[in-house]
């Protein structure tokens, strides 16, 4: 018996070991940073938009009375306030498209780091790397794709590298195909570099390379 049920008092409850947390994904937590700025966009774009949209009525109104010169004056600041309303609504659809992406479990790596650069945000995420295999069948045959994806200065980086190799009728074709992608929030640059290579079943040997960039 111990001490405790001798003198009667109550047994504390056990303490259960709670799990570790899991680490913290670094580029959600840098998405996750870009909130606060986000809501403001997002909160001052709705204002606009409402405040044009209680304008619009009037403008028309008054645009429909009026002749002549002043009538033109009020056609143009139409134009303008419709310009002004398509701006507003874009923001407001993007700021919420972000917020939705940034609280979504499954957006994807690639997406969080390009919606870094097109928020510039500030920092940086390591690269990383993803690979995914497919087996093609028998005699090594195989299907591999390595994915790259971070973000520095600004800039999201992926690099896609894809390789294959099959063997069927027409002998072993092997093929390799590296794509780079760089985005900012103000442009976005690819790079694209492929070599396919057939080993005929009579030992012929083709090849073929191709490059394009943009």
């Known amino acids: 018996m111990s001490l405790i049920q001798a003198l009667g008092l109550p047994t504390p409850p056990r303490q259960s070991a709670s799990a570790a947390p899991p680490p913290r994904d670094e580029v959600r937590a840098a998405a996750d940073a870009l909130r606060p700025a986000l809501g403001r966009q997002r909160d001052a774009a709705r204002e606009r938009v409402a405040q044009l949209g209680k304008l619009r009525p009037a403008l028309a109104k008054m645009a429909d009375a009026a002749t002549g010169a002043g009538k033109a004056g009020l056609v143009a600041k139409q134009a303008a306030l419709e310009r002004e309303a398509t701006t507003a609504a874009g923001e407001l659809e993007r700021a919420n498209a972000d917020l939705a992406a940034i609280d979504h479990p499954a ?19 390591a690269k990383k790397t993803e690979i995914d295999v497919a087996k093609l ?16 200065k600004g800039r999201a980086s992926k690099e896609v590298q894809h390789d294959s190799k099959r063997f069927g009728l027409g002998g072993r074709t092997q093929e390799t195909n590296r794509q780079v992608e760089v985005k900012s929030a103000d442009l976005t640059a690819r790079a694209t570099d492929g070599k396919k290579t057939n ?8 090849s073929e390379t191709t490059r394009s960039r943009e």
Request: net charge positive; proline share 0%.
């Open 107 to 125: 957006t994807s790596r690639e997406e969080m780091v390009a919606l870094l650069a097109r928020r510039r945000a500030a920092g940086s995420v």
């Open 199 to 206: 080993l005929s079943l009579k030992g012929e040997r083709t």
């Open 137 to 152: 069948g028998g005699g090594g045959s195989h299907d591999i794709q390595t994915t790259t994806t971070g973000y520095e």
